[in-house]
């Protein structure tokens, strides 16, 4: 009995796990001189933690109730602020910790209109998003920033550079930020605030506890996740970018949705985001080896994203 109610309660992550292992044989057997070689699976470990990181913070405010389509631009925001205040300061880590703050105001901003005034989130991140990456344009003048001096430092190594020569940094950064707010969701009294934030906020107000407060701080951590995400990026390109962050929205969402996190608030998996990241980040290579044109991949992004949703949507109406 015991067995039974685990796997009813980890349906979804243990569904998620088995259709990636399935994806990864198909790909395997359709494009084995690519998907049997180590050098890919390095390759995705590159590249899908910035997918990633936004999508632990998009899981969390997902979570609360509310959405945020600003972060793409947060993204290249904190990376011109982390760009600008390492050149006026020739320091890194203050760079890095401007940038950081300049997420989290954004988030915390983001929070505030829609909890104090009630705009709804898709309303004022949308707005936000073209108003942050336009500000950004402007006091950039649309030009890029290299940052070609931070090679081989140590701040560039601790993020983005190969533990054992081999395991790109990014990724154990990944794995401990995924970590990190899986204990916050689901070990911490602050993630039951999220998750009865979301499930129910007339009830979470009777039991004492503060939807405003907990949607603001949900908001400003997810604005400092992306941040971190452009600062990364940053390094890894060695170069500041005004599009930075854009080919980002539709595969962080597509790699939470596909997770398993609800869009009605209440319930999420920090797992099947983790997974899904890597799902989403390894499709467009895999389709591409398989001998198909790179224009299916949004194709196939589409179909999972609608079977993740559907199927979330019956289990919840069945549970």
């Known amino acids: 009995m015991k067995l039974l109610e685990k796997v009813k309660t980890y349906n979804t992550q243990i569904g998620l796990t088995f259709i990636a292992l399935l994806i990864l044989v198909l790909f395997m057997v359709t494009a084995p001189g690519t998907f049997l070689r180590p050098r890919i699976y390095i390759s995705f ?122 395991i790109p940094a990014q990724s154990i950064w990944f794995l401990a930020l995924a970590v ?26 009777m039991m004492g506890i503060s939807v405003t407060k907990t949607k603001i701080l949900v908001f400003t951590l997810f604005g400092m996740l992306a941040a971190f995400a452009g600062i990364l990026d940053s390094f890894r390109l060695r170069t500041w970018w005004p599009t930075m962050g854009e080919g980002y929205l539709m595969t962080t969402m597509a790699a939470v949705f596909v997770g398993g996190t609800s869009m009605f608030g209440g319930e999420g998996t920090v797992y099947g985001t983790f997974l899904g990241a890597f799902l989403i980040g390894s499709l467009e290579a895999g389709i591409v080896a398989a001998g198909l044109s790179g224009f299916w991949t949004r194709f196939i992004y589409g179909i999972l994203i609608l079977i993740a949703v559907t199927v979330h949507t019956l289990l919840r109406r069945r549970s």
């Open 45 to 166: 470990l590159s590249t899908t933690p910035f997918i990633g990181i936004a999508g632990l913070g998009l899981t969390l405010v997902l979570i609360s109730g509310e959405i945020d389509l600003s972060f793409t631009a947060v993204m290249a925001f904190a990376g011109f602020v982390f760009a600008t205040v390492m050149g006026f300061t020739g320091s890194i880590i203050l760079g890095i910790l401007a940038g950081l703050a300049a997420g989290s105001v954004v988030g915390m901003l983001n929070g505030m209109l829609v909890t104090l005034i009630g705009i709804p989130s898709i309303v004022v991140t949308l707005g936000m998003q073209f108003l942050i990456r336009g500000a950004t344009n402007i006091i950039a003048s649309g030009r890029a920033t290299t940052l070609t001096e931070i090679s081989g430092t140590p701040m560039y190594n601790i993020l983005v550079g190969e533990i054992g020569g081999v």
């Open 180 to 205: 990190l707010i899986w204990s916050l969701l689901f070990r911490h009294r602050f993630g039951d605030h999220i998750l009865f934030s979301g499930d129910n906020p007339e009830t979470a107000e």
